[in-house]
């Protein structure tokens, strides 16, 4: 039996994680950075330095996001069928609340001018705002299994990854009075040879 088949998961989305962990975090990875940083490079017209991106983009959507899918699918492989997070309507709940919240952030972003109506509408947001709901789908659609079977290693690993987005959200200023932090975290990881 498949991932997929074990979680009940939606046809095509969820068979990401059928194929093994180093198969799920590629895929991860490919939608989120690889080819949304491509995008804002084309647009600009050079190779954005990485230090330029934020940081929450920079750590989570190349490194956390696909860990979480390496550690998911791993855990997936043994997972027992049923409960709650095996029914579609679970599943479909998810992918609609995830693109309720990619509308939400973009209407948010524009309202804030973050990111106005003009950069909305080129393609690295676009694709961005068209994958958010895929990422959040595989994400929170497979965590309740991830945290109620995984074992210890899969926890600490899930627990490390909320708390890295958690502090690039705050270092990436989308909290009050955090700009100053971020740049001073910059300035650190550049003198050490990171960034």
Request: glycine share 6%; net charge negative.
């Amino acid at each position: 039996m498949s991932v997929s088949e074990i979680i009940g998961g939606l046809p095509v989305i969820s068979s990401v994680l059928d194929h093994g962990p180093l198969v799920a975090a590629f895929a991860t990875f490919f939608v989120m950075f690889g080819v949304t940083y491509p995008l804002i490079c084309w647009e600009w017209g050079y190779w954005l330095p990485l230090r330029r991106l934020y940081l929450n983009f920079l750590v989570c959507d190349a490194f956390v996001y696909p860990g979480y899918m390496a550690v998911a699918a791993s855990v997936l492989a043994d997972a027992d069928p049923g409960n709650f997070w095996a029914s579609s309507s679970w599943h479909w709940s998810v992918l609609i609340l995830g693109t309720v919240l990619s509308l939400a952030v973009c209407w948010w972003e524009m309202r804030i001018e973050k990111y106005p109506l003009d950069v909305q509408l080129e393609p690295w947001k676009i694709w961005h705002t068209l994958t958010f709901p895929i990422a959040f789908y595989w994400i929170v659609s497979t965590l309740p299994i991830v945290l109620l079977q995984g074992k210890l290693w899969a926890i600490c690993a899930v627990v490390s990854g909320a708390l890295l987005f958690l502090a690039t959200s705050v270092l990436d200023g989308w909290l009050p009075g955090t700009q100053k932090a971020q740049r001073r975290l910059m300035q650190v990881l550049s003198s050490i040879g990171v960034l």
